[in-house]
C-alpha cells in the first residue's frame, strides 16, 4: 500500500510544472501582458483626471510620478498571473488552450487591439455610432455580441468590480484623511452611481465587442461563444473576473490612499 501511495505522490509531483505550463501558456495565449499594459495606460489617464479634479496646481506637478508608481506595471502583471493561476486550479485546460492557441488567437488579437483603440476618445465616440447603426439594421453582429455579453453574464460582473474599485478609492481616500465618511455613507455613494455605471458599461461593452469581433469569420465568433458556454469557458470567465477584479480594488485603494497624501504634502 505504501508503494502505491509513494507512486500517486510522484506522479503528482511529476505533473504540477506540467500543470503551472499549461497555465503559462494559456495566460501567454490570452496576451496578459499586453492586456495589463493597456489596463495601466488607462489607469494613468484615470489617475490624471483624478490629479485634475482632487489636487491644487502645486500637487499636481508631482501628481504624474505617484501615479506612475501606484500603476507598476510588472507589480500589476505578477498580481494577475497569481489570482489567475490560483482561479484556475485543477481546471481542465485541454479545451481552452486548443481554441486560444489555434483559431481563438484572432479573437485575443483582435480584442487587444480593440481595447488599445479605445484608449483614444474619438475611436471610442466612432465605435459607439457605429454600433448605433449596426443595431438599427439588426445584423447579426450585434445579436451575437448580445449572446456573448449574456452568457458571460459581463454587464454585472463589470459593474460590481466598477463599484467595489470606487469603493475601494473612497477607503484609500479615508485612510489617507482625506475624506470624512463612514463606511455606510461610503456605500451609499457608491450605490448612487449604480444606475450612471450599469448604462455606461452596456454601451462600453456593446460598442467594443462590436469593434473588436465585426472582422472575425462567422465561425470562428460561434465557436468562441460555443467555448464560454462549456464549464471550461465559465471557469475561464470567472477566473479573469477574480484575477483582474482584485489587481483593480487595490490599484483604486492606493489611488485613494495616494490622492489623499498627496493634498497633505505627503508621498505613498
Known amino acids: 500500500m505504501r508503494a502505491v501511495l509513494f507512486a500517486c505522490a510522484a506522479l503528482m509531483l511529476a505533473a504540477l510544472p506540467l500543470r503551472a505550463g499549461e497555465v503559462d501558456r494559456l495566460m501567454a495565449a490570452l496576451h496578459f501582458e499586453e492586456t495589463v499594459a493597456i489596463m495601466r495606460a488607462e489607469g ?35 498580481q494577475v498571473q497569481s489570482r489567475f493561476a490560483q482561479a484556475m486550479d485543477g481546471a481542465d ?23 488599445r483603440a479605445l484608449l483614444d476618445d474619438g ?53 489617507g484623511g482625506g475624506l470624512d465618511l463612514s463606511e455606510q455613507e461610503m456605500l451609499a ?24 469581433y465585426q472582422p472575425l469569420p462567422q ?7 460555443a467555448l464560454y458556454r462549456s464549464a471550461e469557458g465559465q471557469q475561464l470567465n470567472h477566473a479573469l473576473f477574480v484575477a483582474f477584479d482584485a489587481m483593480y480594488e487595490e490599484l483604486s485603494y492606493q489611488l485613494g490612499l495616494a490622492t489623499a497624501l498627496t493634498m497633505q504634502g505627503e508621498d505613498l
Open 44 to 78: 494613468l489617464r484615470y489617475g490624471g483626471d483624478v490629479g485634475d479634479e482632487m489636487l491644487s496646481a502645486v500637487e499636481r506637478a508631482r501628481w504624474d510620478r505617484v501615479v506612475g508608481r501606484v500603476y507598476d506595471a510588472d507589480r500589476m502583471l505578477a
Open 93 to 115: 485546460t485541454g479545451a481552452l488552450l486548443g481554441f486560444f492557441e489555434g483559431q481563438g488567437a484572432e479573437v485575443v488579437a483582435l480584442e487587444i487591439a480593440g481595447r
Open 189 to 212: 455613494e457608491i450605490w448612487a452611481q449604480e444606475p450612471e455605471m450599469r448604462e455606461e458599461t452596456r454601451d462600453w461593452l456593446q460598442a467594443y465587442l462590436t469593434m473588436a
Open 123 to 175: 475611436t471610442e465616440a466612432a465605435a459607439e455610432a457605429r454600433y448605433a447603426e449596426l443595431a438599427a439594421a439588426d445584423a447579426p453582429i450585434v445579436r451575437h455580441v448580445a449572446t456573448l455579453i449574456a452568457d458571460s453574464d459581463l454587464i454585472e460582473r463589470n459593474v460590481a468590480g466598477a463599484l467595489n474599485a470606487n469603493l475601494g478609492f473612497y477607503r484609500g481616500l479615508a485612510d
Open 219 to 225: 465561425e470562428v465568433l460561434e465557436a468562441y461563444i
